[in-house]
């Protein structure tokens, strides 16, 4: 089976950074994703790793390391329309299964 | 490019009713999958399929769900009879293959509530 653990919430402030992490516990990794899911809404692919280390984009970067079975998502100058749950989502051949998800609300 | 079409959005049923979702994925993807979002809670898989063969199944409650993809493209999922901890968003999703860095794109949901 697998055990995929995030925080369930966090509060950071406009401009601000924020690193949501996730751990994970698996046999047979093939690579973790991100996504964001507003409420109400359906997730969007944020980032995939495969490989150990940092992938960036834009705003967002994430980090994977494989022997930990960890990774972070790192969001820079923080915006309000970035509240949203984050979602952590690990692959198993081709199979994805998702963490709890954690509920980053950002403030003024 | 179109996206993952699912229908319908909100469904209202007692419980002990059946409900079925659609879905057509995106064209051209052959993996297709059926998630269950219960709220405050991460998408749980209930089935995979790779064209018309079932990948996964495993955490699908089989004496009330089923699903199919008869040609490989859309998709039903049939609940029979609904149970008031059916109460949940169900996401379908689609990638183009079973490689393990193609992105899977969701569907925008259906919403069902048993009452």
């Known amino acids: 089976g697998q055990n995929i653990d995030q925080p369930t919430e966090m509060t950071a402030t406009e401009g601000a950074i924020v690193q949501i992490n996730c751990t994970y516990q698996?046999?047979?990794?093939?690579?973790l994703f991100w996504y964001q899911q507003h409420a109400g809404e359906a997730p969007t692919f944020l980032s995939y790793?495969?490989?150990?280390g940092l992938e960036e984009k834009g705003r967002f970067s994430s980090f994977l390391s494989r022997s930990k079975g960890y990774s972070y998502l790192l969001l820079k100058e923080l915006q309000m329309k970035d509240s949203a749950s984050y979602l952590c989502a690990v692959v198993r051949y081709s199979t994805l299964t998702f963490g709890k998800g954690t509920m980053l609300l950002v403030s003024p | 490019e179109a996206g993952v079409a699912q229908s319908p959005r909100y469904k209202i049923i007692e419980k002990r009713q059946s409900v079925a979702f659609w879905c057509n994925p995106i064209s051209g993807h052959a993996t297709l999958y059926w998630y269950q979002q219960i709220l405050g809670q991460g998408p749980k898989l209930l089935i995979q399929f790779q064209n018309n063969g079932v990948v996964d199944d495993s955490q699908l409650p089989k004496d009330r769900f089923s699903a199919e993809r008869l040609k490989g493209v859309d998709s039903t999922l049939k609940i029979q009879p609904a149970k008031l901890e059916d109460s949940a968003v169900y996401l379908c999703?689609?990638?183009?293959?079973?490689?393990?860095?193609?992105?899977?794109?969701f569907g925008e949901g259906s919403w069902l509530t048993v009452v």
């Open positions: 698996t046999s047979g990794f093939n690579g």
């Open positions: 790793n495969v490989l150990d």
């Open positions: 999703a689609s990638r183009t293959g079973q490689s393990s860095g193609n992105t899977i794109y």
